[in-house]
């Protein structure tokens, strides 16, 4: 199925990968920086007005901005093992559309490409999460797993140190001893943070030491958080 990238950067960002096949892009104003990346690729530019726009994508602000791409190429397990990138951020249970954008944009920000998701019960790519990513999806390399603490035990066994962020845990992020070891950063869901079982197959359980009367922080705001620290320091 056809998924639709709506926004001036998602749309700029999805022009600028050369292997993401463009169908068509759409645009209700003038963006003649969006025209001539459209154009050097020979993808046809149609000037619609704002309201069939906002029909097209209902649920997001556009910018007058909307491409047409094919589906989202999900990678799998074997193929981001394949790349042995330094860092991986797993995602537990993350529903919401705008912290799974915003935990991507932080994520490829901080040089952390790949990304695996749960394919149940947990938010897929959508053109909510491409905006909020601000088109850093479209960077990104993300998995889809069908058991998360079983991809944990798979990252384990190929030489990850796997992390859990939680409230509860009795490490301080930004005290873990550097290791050469690549690493699996886990995040946990909005409203109940790490399932029982992925918590267990973390190797450690860390926390972000706050100081403030606030408990908790939001699952997007506490990766990035997490995020720097640990491209600073680990």
């Given amino acids: 199925m056809p998924r639709k990238i709506a926004g001036i950067r998602a749309v700029t960002s999805a022009l600028n990968q050369k292997q993401l096949e463009i169908a068509a892009v759409y645009l209700a104003r003038n963006h003649p920086d969006i025209e ?7 993808i046809p530019v149609e000037h619609r007005p704002d309201h069939e726009l906002d029909c097209l994508v209902p649920e997001i602000r556009h910018q007058g901005a909307v491409a047409i791409a094919g589906p989202y190429p999900y990678a799998d397990i074997s193929q981001l093992l394949e790349e042995a990138p330094s860092r991986v951020v797993v995602l537990d249970g993350i529903t919401d559309p705008y912290n799974f954008g915003a935990i991507v944009r932080s994520s490829v920000a901080f040089g952390v490409k790949h990304i695996v998701i749960q394919q149940r019960r947990a938010c897929p790519v959508t053109p909510v999460v491409v905006r909020a990513s601000t088109g ?6 993300i998995a889809r797993v069908s058991n998360i603490s079983r991809t944990l035990a798979h990252l384990s066994k190929s030489g990850y140190e796997t992390l859990g962020l939680a409230a ?3 490490g301080d992020l930004s005290l873990l001893e550097t290791t050469n070891r690549p690493k699996a950063l886990v995040i946990g869901s909005e409203g109940t943070g790490l399932r029982r079982l992925v918590a267990a197959h ?3 359980l860390v926390r972000i030491p706050l100081e403030g009367p606030m408990e908790s922080l939001n699952a997007s705001v506490a990766a990035g ?3 720097y620290v640990a491209t600073r320091s680990m």
């Fill in 168 to 170: 509860e845990g009795n």
């Fill in 202 to 204: 973390c190797e450690q």
């Fill in 136 to 141: 850093a999806t479209e960077y990104a390399c």
């Fill in 36 to 42: 001539k990346l459209a154009n050097q690729r020979r």
């Fill in 225 to 227: 958080v997490a995020l």
